[in-house]
């Protein structure tokens, strides 16, 4: 059994799906911020992929949390085979003004946010 890391184990638990919703509510229109930055600001970069499990729990129960503006460390809109999810996270930030380059990727020194 793998051991648990303890600084882990104090970031995620009761009310970290709050948490993390708190951060992206603060991230700008026309703005973006990593899974990864998301997590460091709660405390640890290693918890990335809880901020995405957050988010995807979120996408229909929240219409509060602009979940779109979160993507991934490689400026990419991480989608998992959802692709009508990933199409409407890009149609969501387009909307805000932010501009992907022909691989689908965003300028993240240009539109990333990480004023927190």
Not at 46 to 75: F, M, Q
Not at 89 to 114: I, P, T
């Amino acid at each position: 059994m793998p051991r648990r890391d303890p600084v882990e184990g104090r970031v995620v638990g009761p009310g970290f799906h709050g948490r993390v919703y708190a951060v992206v509510r603060a991230v700008p229109p026309g703005r973006v911020i990593t899974y990864g930055h998301v997590a460091t600001v709660l405390g640890s970069p290693r918890v990335a992929r809880h901020v995405g499990w957050a988010l995807a729990a979120c996408v229909e129960a929240r219409d509060d949390v602009p979940w779109h503006r979160v993507i991934n460390s490689r400026g990419r809109i991480s989608f998992k085979g959802q692709t009508s999810r990933a199409d409407e996270q890009r149609r969501r930030l387009e909307a805000e003004g932010v501009v992907f380059d022909e691989r689908g990727r965003v300028d993240l020194e240009h539109f990333g946010w990480r004023e927190l």
